[in-house]
């Protein structure tokens, strides 16, 4: 935990799903310290392109990557198909924490922040990606490894009571 910086309740318990799924990574977490997109760094001072790595027509924001940029907005489209409930348009970051920590029949909370963590980590991977050595794989094959996380997560994590059911909801 030492190495994340939480802000609030909803992102703690955000982290403490990552760390009990067992697939937190550096990467993984929502404020990753030693990673900062360009926003905040150019607030601090330094010298740093602004645009979007990824998109190059929009700052660079946390909220911009993770909920607008068109590669999001790609595998939020992915991500809508399969799962069973309205998954609204987040206008910013602390509507997708009151989202992946609400629960309905159809989505529980644990598939929701099991969709998100494995989002936010996809994304931010592909624009490191991108910031350094200026490859991007295209969204609809990144999909398939969230994908694929979503299934062997869930599958990992089958014989726990909150985890028993949650196939059901994700289709595929
Ligand atoms: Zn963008």
Redesign the pocket.
């Known amino acids: 935990m030492a190495n994340f910086i939480v802000t609030s309740e909803m992102e703690y318990r955000v982290v403490r799903f990552n760390v009990a799924a067992g697939t937190l990574s550096n990467l993984v977490c929502l404020r990753p310290r030693g990673y900062q997109p360009a926003d905040r760094l150019s607030s601090w001072g330094m010298q740093v392109p602004t645009a979007?790595c990824?998109?190059?027509?929009?700052p660079?924001s946390r909220d911009?990557?993770m909920l607008s940029?068109?590669?999001a907005l790609t595998l939020w489209s992915e991500i809508r198909r399969r799962l069973q409930c309205a998954v609204p348009a987040f206008s910013d970051w602390s509507d997708l924490i009151q989202w992946s920590c609400s629960s309905s029949p159809a989505a529980p909370m644990q598939l929701r922040m099991l969709v998100v963590q494995a989002l936010v980590y996809s994304v931010w991977r592909q624009r490191n990606n991108m910031f350094h050595n200026q490859l991007i794989t295209p969204p609809l094959v990144v999909f398939r490894d969230i994908n694929r996380h979503v299934i062997n997560t869930i599958n990992a994590f089958r014989t726990r009571k909150k985890f028993k059911d949650l196939m059901t909801f994700w289709l595929i």
Request: proline content about 0%; some cysteine.
């Open positions: 979007c990824i998109c190059s027509t929009n660079e911009h990557l940029c068109s590669f």
